[in-house]
């Protein structure tokens, strides 16, 4: 810690002001701050007792909202446990409890259907992670995409998903270039397959994509991808 000086003239006299730079400090045990969101904090993970507590350490350092404001002392990994309690339910979730879907994803059914996914996805710049996180979209043959809101200075490039062609776009026209328009088709066919023809239609209210596409294994398919706005009459 150092010391922080200023000086400065008042009537004719020379003043020399020295400062400390501290701040309200407060500690508690780790047992106490169960509960507490903070943004900052020094946790000490040093402990003298000669057993184990479960979870202690999960607690400490979960208190914080972010990495970058957690400081560790004295992290000793040897003193890190889990309940035998929770062990066992674990296994047991991830062996007889296993959730059961309400439906049946995409990529539990047979790879000779030809699959197709439409999707909106209120902005696709926004939300293009959580797509190509989705193994149930990334399943599909062809993908569609509404309300992608993509305009012409949006590379081609930071849409790519692996497995899949270049998207094919239908871009609505930009009327106000401070914001994104509200609209726009996207779709997307996997390498395999062979877009043989597309027919695109756009305005404010309506627009559709008409694909025709030749998957290698499966035939030839028309897809039909229609986006039609709530205030279209």
Avoid: W
């Avoid at 400065?8 to 020379?14: A, H, I, L, R």
């Avoid at 003193?79 to 979730?93: P, Y």
């Avoid at 007889?96 to 209120?122: E, G």
């Avoid at 497995?163 to 088709?185: W, Y």
């Amino acid at each position: 810690m150092f010391d922080i000086k200023r000086s400065f003239t008042y009537k004719y006299k020379t003043f020399e002001r020295i400062q400390f730079p501290l701040r309200p400090a407060a500690a508690k045990t780790i047992h106490k701050s169960q509960g507490d969101t903070l943004h900052e904090v020094v946790v000490s993970l040093k402990s003298k007792r000669k057993g184990k507590i479960p979870h202690i350490h999960y607690v400490a350092l979960s208190r914080v909202t972010s990495l970058t404001g957690l400081q560790i002392l004295d992290l000793n990994q040897e003193a890190i446990a889990v309940a035998e309690c929770v062990r066992q339910e674990l296994h047991r979730l991830r062996t007889d409890a296993t959730l059961q879907l309400c439906f049946k994803p995409l990529y539990n059914s047979s790879s000779s259907y030809f699959k197709v996914v439409f999707n909106n996805s209120r902005s696709l710049h926004a939300h293009f992670n959580d797509l190509k996180s989705d193994p149930n979209i990334l399943d599909a043959d062809v993908i569609g995409i509404a309300e992608s809101r993509l305009i012409s200075t949006d590379e081609n490039d930071d849409f790519y998903i692996p497995g899949f062609e270049p998207p094919v776009r239908l871009d609505q026209k930009q009327t106000n270039f401070n914001t994104r328009p509200p609209h726009g088709l996207v779709l997307y066919y996997r390498t395999d397959c062979i877009l043989h023809n597309t027919f695109t239609y756009s305005t404010p209210t309506l627009e559709f994509v008409i694909a025709d596409i030749i998957s290698s294994s499966k035939g030839l398919f028309q897809v039909v991808f229609v986006y039609k706005a709530p205030n279209c009459n």
